[in-house]
């Protein structure tokens, strides 16, 4: 059963899949938009990742605060949560994400990427391990 991460930001969206037994994550790509409220496009190019991988499930990066309460980023995802819900039909769990963005930043720090083209890979690193997180945990 193949999986999909995302993580959901203001002008961008990571996106990871899992292999097909849904034990590793791997960073796919990054769709980007101009502004924060277009958001037809993305839902279409994440229809159509789903479409093509034959994705099951969604994993979605849910931005908590680090005292744990909900704020705008994490309500924004929320209602993020409901359109792929919606357009897809399959199911979306929202996953803690809080620290992933740092996460990626030293894996990519430690695989040696030049700072100026860390920004291109960050959003999907965040998005795999986020994917990779749930799959641990659910084991």
């Not at 930001?9 to 938009?33: F, H, M, N, Y």
């Amino acid at each position: 059963m193949r999986l999909m991460g995302l993580d959901y930001g203001t002008k961008t969206v990571g996106v990871a899949i899992s292999d097909e037994l849904g034990i590793t994550a791997q960073p796919l790509l990054t769709i980007t938009r101009k502004s924060e409220n277009k958001l037809r496009q993305t839902l279409a190019q994440i229809e159509s990742i789903i479409e093509s991988y034959k994705v099951h499930f969604v994993v979605l990066g849910f931005p908590k605060n680090m005292n744990d309460t909900i704020g705008p980023r994490a309500k924004a995802t929320e209602e993020f949560k409901a359109h792929i819900e919606r357009r897809t039909g399959l199911s979306v769990e929202l996953w803690d994400e809080r620290l992933s963005t740092m996460q990626s930043e030293k894996v990519l720090i430690e695989a040696g990427i030049r700072r100026e083209n860390r920004k291109e890979h960050i959003d999907r690193m965040a998005a795999a391990l986020i994917l990779q997180s749930y799959m641990d945990a659910k084991g």
